[in-house]
């Protein structure tokens, strides 16, 4: 394929746009063509007669209220416990004795890095906080593009390596998932059960998990980098992984949404026991699986 010598930026950078000419623009305009409606037009405005603005607008409310509450819960450093449920927000707890604040903050910033730089929330907060367009052909508060060249959105370059830390992440979640089937009675002998904590620990970290498989990152160091799989080492099993990690990322969108809403949900939920708004439900009960192996509660907790 031929390459466009004139193209730099996609954006046409420095550029002044060109009068609309009769017929209807091509994908890949050069600089100075007319790249139609949108581009260089006064902020909002479009051709565009569709609800446009519904999604940024519904993106900026779910963001927005989700990252508040987030934000709350981080900084209130009390009831992220209640008996063998812990708050996502604050795993693994970290309480040393020099630290002044709440422990969440020695570990949030992992998955506020991870979810700040990911590809999908980019387009999404952009869209919803910064007009940066508002929507696809409407027009934007700005008249030129830096891309993500400067400081601070060159930070964003950093996503692969939030990715390593929120892999390690999922590790100590999972071990979190195990303790919350594991109870505690008075007399100090554990017993298996599900509770409704369970369940919102469990649906938590299930949707972090395939929210952090559908990474483009993580599809990208598997097989994304190559151009002829029978020619890399472990061509084969490399080809299976990146086919199965492409059909997840394909709902990416969706996973960066339900596990935002999850893992709020699950420090909601173990925040509402704590302090004694919700009553946490048994649903099941496996009383005497440990009495034929104590060790192994005693292993696990
Ligand atoms: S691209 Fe969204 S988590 Fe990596």
Known sequence: MSPEPQRKLSSSAGVAPAAAPSYRPATCTPPGAWRGAGYGQPF??????????????????GLGLLGLYATWAAFQGAHYEFGNY??????????PAWWPISPAFLILWIPAGFRGTCYYYRKAYYRAF???????????????YRGEVG????????????????????????WDVIRAFIFTDPDGSHYLAIGG???????????????????????????????????????????GAWSRLSALNAHHMGYAWWSLFAVCFADFY??????????????VTFRHLFDYAPKISHFLL
């Open 197 to 239: 904590g369970t369940l919102a620990i469990l649906a938590s970290n299930a949707l972090l998990t395939m929210y952090s498989l559908s990474c483009h990152s993580l599809r990208h160091l598997v097989g994304g980098k190559l151009d002829c799989f029978s020619c890399a080492v472990a061509g084969g099993p490399r080809h």
């Open 44 to 61: 909002g405005a479009t051709e565009r007669t569709d609800t446009w603005w519904l999604m940024p607008l519904a993106q900026a409310l």
């Open 86 to 95: 812990l708050s996502p927000f604050y795993s693994p707890l970290l309480k």
């Open 130 to 144: 910064f007009a940066d367009p508002s929507a696809c052909a409407v027009g934007e508060p700005r008249k030129g």
């Open 151 to 174: 400081f601070p959105w060159a930070i964003q370059n950093l996503h692969r390596y939030f990715m390593y830390f929120a892999s390690i992440l999922l590790v100590f979640l999972w």
């Open 270 to 283: 173990v925040r509402m026991c704590s302090m004694g708004v919700f009553h946490d439900p048994m649903f």
